[in-house]
C-alpha cells in the first residue's frame, strides 16, 4: 500500500493533506523520515505520525438497534445519521447493511466489508429479515386469510413491474403482526400492508437472517460481531 493511502487509512487525513503531512517531515517508517507518498509500507512496517504509530484499522461488523429520527443515509438531512451512533475509529466508512427508514426501529447491521454485506442482503441468498408491525387497525378473520394468501404469493406493488417475492405472514395478536421478507424494496413492508388497506403505525426490525436483536442493547446502543456471529453468513 501507498504510504499517502495508507496515512489516510489510518488518520483523519485526505489523500493530500497526508502528502503535506510528508512534506513536513512529520512521518517516520521504520524510525526514519519518509517523504515520498508513493513509499511501500505493509503491515510489518512501523509507521508514526507526528510520533503516534498507527495501524491499520481493518474490517468491522456492528450490530445497533436503531432508534426512530436516525438517518441510514451517508449524507446528512433532517435527521442525524446512523454512523454518528458508533464510536470506533473511522465511524464514516461503516455503511448500513440494508437500511432502515428514519422511523424504523430495530436491527441494523453495519460494516466495511463490502463482499459480507452482499452475502447478507443478496435476494438469491434468501436471507430472512423478521418484522414486527404495529397496525392501526385490527386484521383478523377473512381479511387476514386474504392477506397471509396474498404474501405468500407474491403481490404487485404500485410502479412496480416484478411482484414481491413470498413472504410468511403471521400474527402475534389482531394488531400486531409478524412479517418474514427475503428482499428489500424501498418502503416494502408499508407498501404491502397499504396494499391490503391497512396502516402500520410502527416498524421494528427482530432479526435478520441467524441473527436476533441482541436484547441487552437499548435504543441507540451497539456492539462488534462475534466471529461466529460475522461466520453465519
Known amino acids: 500500500m501507498r504510504l499517502d493511502r495508507f496515512l489516510a487509512e489510518t488518520t483523519d487525513l485526505t489523500r493530500s493533506r497526508a502528502k503535506k503531512a510528508l512534506h513536513r517531515e512529520e512521518v517516520r517508517v521504520d524510525g526514519e523520515i519518509v517523504k515520498n507518498p508513493a513509499t511501500r509500507v505493509d503491515g510489518r512496517r512501523v509507521v508514526t505520525w507526528q510520533g503516534e504509530r498507527l495501524a491499520l484499522v481493518g474490517l468491522r ?17 433532517l435527521y442525524p445519521l446512523i454512523r ?3 464510536d470506533l475509529p473511522k465511524a464514516e466508512r461503516l455503511q448500513p447493511v440494508g437500511r432502515l427508514d428514519v422511523d424504523t426501529t430495530g436491527l441494523l447491521l453495519l460494516t466495511d466489508d463490502g463482499q459480507w454485506a452482499h452475502r447478507v442482503t443478496a435476494p438469491r441468498r434468501r436471507c430472512g429479515k423478521v418484522y414486527r408491525i404495529q397496525l392501526a387497525e385490527p386484521l383478523e378473520g377473512e381479511a387476514l386469510a386474504r392477506a397471509v394468501e396474498r404474501f405468500a404469493e407474491g403481490m404487485f406493488l404500485e410502479g412496480e413491474e416484478k411482484p414481491t417475492r413470498p413472504a410468511e405472514l403471521t400474527m402475534r395478536s389482531p394488531q400486531v403482526a409478524e412479517l418474514t421478507l427475503h428482499e428489500g424494496r424501498y418502503h416494502q413492508v408499508k407498501r404491502m400492508f397499504a396494499a391490503i388497506g391497512h396502516h402500520v403505525e410502527a416498524l421494528h426490525r427482530e432479526a435478520i437472517g441467524p441473527l436476533i436483536l441482541d436484547e441487552a442493547l437499548a435504543p441507540g446502543e451497539w456492539r462488534e460481531l462475534s466471529a461466529a456471529e460475522v461466520a453465519r453468513f
Open 61 to 77: 461488523y456492528v450490530m445497533l438497534h436503531k432508534p426512530p429520527g436516525v438517518e441510514c443515509s451517508a449524507r446528512r438531512g
Open 84 to 86: 454518528e451512533l458508533v
